[in-house]
T-cell receptor, first 118, second 110 residues
Framework: DAGVIQSPRHEVTEMGQEVTLRCKPI?????LFWYRQTMMRGLELLIY????????DSGMPEDRFSAKMPNASFSTLKIQPSEPRDSAVYFC????????????????FGPGTRLTVL | RKEVEQDPGPFNVPEGATVAFNCTYS??????FFWYRQDCRKEPKLLMS???SGNEDGRFTAQLNRASQYISLLIRDSKLSDSATYLC???????????FGTGTRLQVFP
């Protein structure tokens, strides 16, 4: 079975440019999560969706970051304009949240996008 | 206080050794607990869920103490391939949001 798919795997861009990261969750999963990982701050949740609806975006650093999930099989994370401090690995993860079940189900991560902003 | 706290290590142990990692969490309403493993330059992968009664998977044993808000992972008979960073993970209150610790690095040497 295909896992979570992310593209691109690597992105090098210049400060001020727009960056779009893409994610395809595991088929059948109804929750999708975007994380950022750096050496200094570890793994941080940016935003998550349930049934394509944003539930918690409190981790989105500022207005330069936006995320969308137009359908159950696709999500984007956009940074505009990008800055050097945005350099990090961005992971997408998905899970299946059962209605009435315990919260916090197992999340499956994609391989990540390594972003470098010069 | 951090929501999930772990000793960053590194723990350097010889093959065959037993090693234990501990983790504390701050929110008593958390319901789901996990250990994830992350290899260098790779994504985190689920190692095991942690249940109140404790659970074992081969050489790995996880324990949860809700009263003390404490989670542990025991690795017996360490292998070179166990070298990785181990992330303690707890869900936030009663939500699907997972909070990851900063990880404990394990290095197993021959």
């Amino acid at each position: 079975d295909a896992g979570v798919i992310q593209s691109p795997r690597h992105e090098v861009t210049e400060m001020g440019q727009e960056v779009t990261l893409r994610c395809k969750p595991i088929s059948g999963h109804n929750s999708l999560f975007w994380y950022r990982q750096t050496m200094m701050r570890g793994l941080e949740l940016l935003i998550y969706f349930n049934n394509n609806v944003p539930i918690d975006d409190s981790g989105m650093p500022e207005d330069r970051f936006s995320a969308k999930m137009p359908n159950a099989s696709f999500s984007t994370l956009k940074i505009q304009p990008s800055e050097p401090r945005d350099s990090a690995v961005y992971f997408c993860a998905s899970s299946f949240a059962r209605a009435g079940g315990a919260a916090g189900g197992t999340q499956y991560f994609g391989p990540g996008t390594r972003l470098t902003v010069l | 206080r951090k929501e999930v706290e772990q000793d960053p290590g590194p723990f350097n142990v010889p093959e065959g050794a037993t090693v234990a990692f501990n983790c504390t969490y701050s929110n008593s309403a958390s319901q789901s607990f996990f250990w994830y493993r992350q290899d260098c330059r790779k994504e985190p992968k689920l190692l095991m869920s942690v249940y109140s009664s404790g659970n074992e998977d081969g050489r790995f044993t996880a324990q949860l103490n809700r009263a003390s808000q404490y989670i542990s992972l025991l690795i017996r008979d360490s292998k070179l391939s166990d070298s990785a960073t181990y992330l303690c993970v707890v869900n936030w209150k009663n939500t699907d949001k997972l909070i990851f610790g900063t990880g404990t690095r394990l290095q197993v040497f021959p």
